[in-house]
Each structure stands twice: as structure tokens, then as C-alpha cells.
């Protein structure tokens, strides 16, 4: 069953910080080095913590949820605070300086096997832990090409990271809602890169899927699936978990294979990779629940937007 949802709270909601203040923090993580840097996320989650009662409500429902226990303050803070890290190695990572970081892989011989067989693959993530931190995981692995798809809000967001940053190898990105992005992702597919996107929100005004999500239901979007259908293509789950200090740990699982799917058979094909997406987000919000990086109500604003297309 498809409903489109109506203007999805998470962008309605201003943004809070501009790109001066991020260009600042950059500035000063960059030449301060990440042990001496730290600390002033501590400054920056403390101040959300206490001057957004919002989200502190939301993060409430959410860690009650993953957690199976009412949160108390130390937990929401600290979800506060890894979200924070996130962003901050994420600099160091665009920056080139993936020594300062151990990551472990889970998954390995999934994204080797791919990479061999060629044509490419979509890589299904969430708004959980750090995509960056798969470049990290590139440098071990010779030949793999990473491009990731975003809407141009993020893209801008990411820009503005990018230009404090100046990667020697920024990131390639395939900015949504363009005509052609569909043809600039299949001429990457084409060439066996692995196609990146962010499947745990809706837009608002796009098909989404009803799924359990937590002990509740929650509208997934269908977009990201139905373009790989459409182009045939296998799809891995991937995480980028944060583990504290300076440890990350990536994951791949296999999602979905639309090598051989048939017109008649695509539907339930989408809708069953859909569900399956949503277990395994479910499973690593319980496992790592200080990861999941949504700060709105995710559950009820679906449910007031929704309706049956």
C-alpha cells in the first residue's frame, strides 16, 4: 500500500547554525587536531541539550524506543554529542586524515563480491552514524568508486563542509530532483561505482511504504528502490556506526537483487526490500542507538501528512 506524506517536519523546521559558524568550527578542528577539537563539541552539545527542548522531546521517544527503557538525560545528551563527533570527523575524513580513525568492516567479501562482478550497486543508508566514513573503507579497497545521491539542500550543506575542508579527492555528488539524475546515476552505475543513498526519510510530497518501525508505523519512501528496480541493480544495506573514541564500524549486508526481476514481479519486489530495510534499520537502532541522528517527530508527522495515493 503507497500513501504520499505532506511536508515532512524534519524540512519545514528551520536549521539551526549557518555556514559561517561551520566554517568556523571547521577552521578550528582542522588546525586544533581532533583531541584538542573535542572538547568544544562538549560546549555545542551542551547548548543544544539545554536551549532545544524540541528535540530533546523527540530524542526522548526515540531512545525509549531503541533503548527499551525510559532515557534519562545522559542518554539524550550523549546522542547529542555523537551526532556532534559525526559531523566533526567528518572533516577529518574529507581532509584525507583517515589515520586518525580504526575502522572495522563487516561485510567484506558482500562489497568485494560486487565490486568484482561489476555494474555497480546502490548503498542504502540512513541518517545513522557517518557515509564518510565508507572513504576510509575505499582507501583498502582498489578500484571501488563511491558517488553519493543527495537533494540539493544537503548538497549545499555539504559544500559548505567541503570548502572548509578542501579535499585534495572531494566526494562526487549527484544532486536529486534534476532531470537528469537518473541518467548521471546509471552512467556511474554503469561504470561499477556503488551509488549512495539516504533512505530513512520522505521528502514529503513522494510515495512512501507503511512498515513497522520500532513498535510503530513509520512511512519509508519508495523512490530510492524503485530506481533500482527500474535500472536492475543489486542494492546493499550500509551503515557507518560510530563506536566512541576514534572507532567506526561500517557495515554491508545484502538488501536486494532486481538483476532478474520481471515487470509483473517489481511491485512486491520493492515493497518486500522496503520492509526488509526497515528490519535491518530497526535491528542497528537497537543494537547502537545512540547513532540515529533524527531529531524530529518521525512517527507522528508520517501519520498527520499521510494519505493513500
Known sequence: MNAEVGTSEWRRRPERGSSALLRVMAWLSLRCGRGIGHPILHLIAGYFFLFAPRARRHMRDYLRRALGREPGAADRYRLILWF???IQDRLYMLAGRHELFEVSLEGEAVIREVAA???GAFLLGAHMGSFEVLRTVGNRQQGLSVAMAMYEDNARKLNAVLAAAKPRDPPEIIALGHVNAMLKISERLDCGALVGVLADRTLGDEASLPVSFLGATAHLPLGPMRAAALLRRRVLFMLGLYRGGHR????????????HTSKAERTAAIEAAVRRYASLLEQHCRNDPYNWFNFFDFWSSAHSGARRS
Open 84 to 86: 556532534a563527533t559525526t
Open 117 to 119: 562482478a561489476g555494474g
Open 248 to 259: 567506526y564500524h561500517v557495515v554491508f549486508e545484502p538488501l536486494a537483487d532486481f538483476t
